[in-house]
């Protein structure tokens, strides 16, 4: 993942959200990334499953930092999911029995089965508000993390807070599942024109024994600042960007 949360690859992420502070750029920074960092053996792969978000905005703000996601996608290199479509008539688990086999397809058709790849869900709180339920999507991520983790990729799943405080069952259900959690959320004061919101780094039950990657509790949590080119990341009392 992109610096300063700089995840190796391999994991389950969960990125939560709030109204007031959404995650998106945590989601294309890290698209963003993954194209531009270099993979050791074979070019680095992504699948977007979107539910939200329309290509054109992908395709828009990647081009922001000269990747091309159109010819990514061309070569084979990037393949997006409108996951709505994707669904099957049935309901409860089944209804994603064709997303995952699509999601499947896509890994076993690949050229380089070494390939670095990322996953990404974008996002999994929208399938809930359209009637799907808690244990149907709890079943479904946990049949992709383990494909993630056969196929030793990189899963991202962004999920919407609605009451920080009282986390919601899928929540619980899905951080059960992760090895990160990032925690994307506002400002205490409220937004302001210097600050959009801040960025925590949590280990999740899921964590390797042994990690490199430098935590961030909510006390230490990086704050950021979205502009027109991306995201600038400072340290708190300071207006200075860190990366």
């Known amino acids: 993942m992109f610096p300063p949360l700089n995840l190796p690859d391999g994991v389950l992420a969960l990125i939560t959200d709030e109204l007031p502070s959404p995650a998106d750029f945590v989601l294309h920074q890290s698209i963003i990334s993954n194209f531009k960092l270099p993979a050791k053996d074979s ?8 539910v939200s978000e329309s290509w054109t905005r992908w395709q828009a703000i990647a081009a922001k930092s000269n990747v091309n996601l ?22 409860g688990s089944d209804a994603f029995r064709a997303l995952f086999d699509k999601i499947t397809s896509i890994f076993d058709a690949t050229e380089s ?12 709180t929208a ?32 999920h919407h807070l609605i009451t920080p405080e009282e986390p919601d069952a899928l929540f619980r259900l899905l951080y059960q599942m992760c090895s990160y959690h990032v925690d994307v959320r506002p400002l205490a004061s ?43 990341f400072f340290e708190r009392g300071s207006s200075r960007g860190v990366l």
């Open 190 to 232: 409220g937004r302001s024109g210097a600050v959009s919101g801040e960025v925590a780094l949590h280990a999740g039950p899921s964590l390797p024994p042994t990690t490199s990657v430098k935590l961030m509790p909510r006390s230490t949590a990086l704050q950021y600042r979205l502009t027109e080119s991306g995201v600038v």
């Open 127 to 158: 399938l809930e508000w359209i009637g799907h339920s808690t244990l149907a999507l709890s079943r479904f991520c946990r049949a992709l993390r383990a494909l993630c983790l056969k196929k030793n990729a990189t899963l991202l799943i962004r």
């Open 70 to 91: 159109n010819q990514l996608k061309d070569s084979g290199s990037l393949h997006l999911i409108d996951v709505v479509p994707s669904l099957g008539p049935s309901e």
């Open 43 to 50: 070019k680095r792969k992504a699948v977007i499953l979107s």
């Open 113 to 124: 089965p070494s390939a670095p790849t990322l996953v990404i869900l974008d996002d999994i």
